[in-house]
T-cell receptor
Framework: DGGITQSPKYLFRKEGQNVTLSCEQN?????MYWYRQDPGQGLRLIYY???????QKGDIAEGYSVSREKKESFPLTVTSAQKNPTAFYLC???????????????FGDGTRLSIL | DAKTTQPPSMDCAEGRAANLPCNHS???????VYWYRQIHSQGPQYIIH???NNETNEMASLIITEDRKSSTLILPHATLRDTAVYYC??????????????FGKGTKLSVKP
């Protein structure tokens, strides 16, 4: 089935450690996104990518990094510089044009990151 | 900040229609109304979106008022699996991060047997 796969579902990080969250889509979508959700809160945009080898910072990019070497993959690295990384991380994709299209974003089931 | 206002919670009897309201009085002419829902510990699920005409798909119907200042999501025959938080989002075709999805607090819909 077509969709967005995030892994792992749960992830634990030690202080000072970088961790990478995986996001893969087989929908042939051009645009991909990373959001962060804190308990009882809405989603906040971390990074987005319109096309392969291109990505842009969202509203809360500090302490995070991404790459987009393949159309289907958009991994997110949470670095040690991110002081409050405990959150629910959501990856999404849309057909085209990032925010220049009315096409909806479709989400994966998320990765829950916790600090040990 | 979210551009929409939704009631914090609603109840619905199983098998009945669930009508979820949303106010978006400051909506601009090129902004669409999107509805998503989120079941606990899962990612948001896209339901439907529209600009000014009413829309229907296999999941729901979206009714947008003529002045576009409010809308209603209709789940025609609610089931227990429809229990979730429902988000109404207004978004335009802006370039860059200004066009991202801004999720507010949503409406927690509880479908009861």
């Amino acid at each position: 089935d077509g969709g967005i796969t995030q892994s792992p579902k749960y992830l634990f990080r030690k202080e000072g450690q970088n961790v990478t969250l995986s996001c893969e889509q087989n929908l042939n979508h051009d645009a991909m996104y990373w959001y962060r959700q804190d308990p009882g809160q809405g989603l906040r945009l971390i990074y987005y990518s319109q096309i392969v080898n291109d990505f842009q910072k969202g509203d809360i990019a500090e302490g995070y990094s991404v790459s987009r070497e393949k159309k289907e993959s958009f991994p997110l690295t949470v670095t040690s510089a991110q002081k409050n990384p405990t959150a629910f991380y959501l990856c999404a994709s849309s057909i085209d044009g990032v925010f220049l299209s009315n096409q909806p974003q479709h989400f994966g089931d998320g990765t829950r990151l916790s600090i040990l | 900040d979210a551009k929409t206002t939704q009631p914090p919670s609603m109840d619905c009897a199983e098998g009945r229609a669930a009508n979820l309201p949303c106010n978006h009085s400051t909506i601009s002419g090129n902004e669409y109304v999107y509805w998503y829902r989120q079941i606990h510990s899962q990612g948001p699920q896209y339901i439907i979106h529209g600009l000014k005409n009413n829309e229907t798909n296999e999941m729901a119907s979206l009714i947008i008022t003529e002045d576009r200042k409010s809308s209603t999501l209709i789940l025609p025959h609610a089931t227990l699996r429809d229990t979730a938080v429902y988000y109404c989002i207004v978004r335009g075709n802006y370039g860059g991060s200004q066009g991202n999805l801004i999720f507010g607090k949503g409406t927690k819909l509880s479908v009861k047997p």
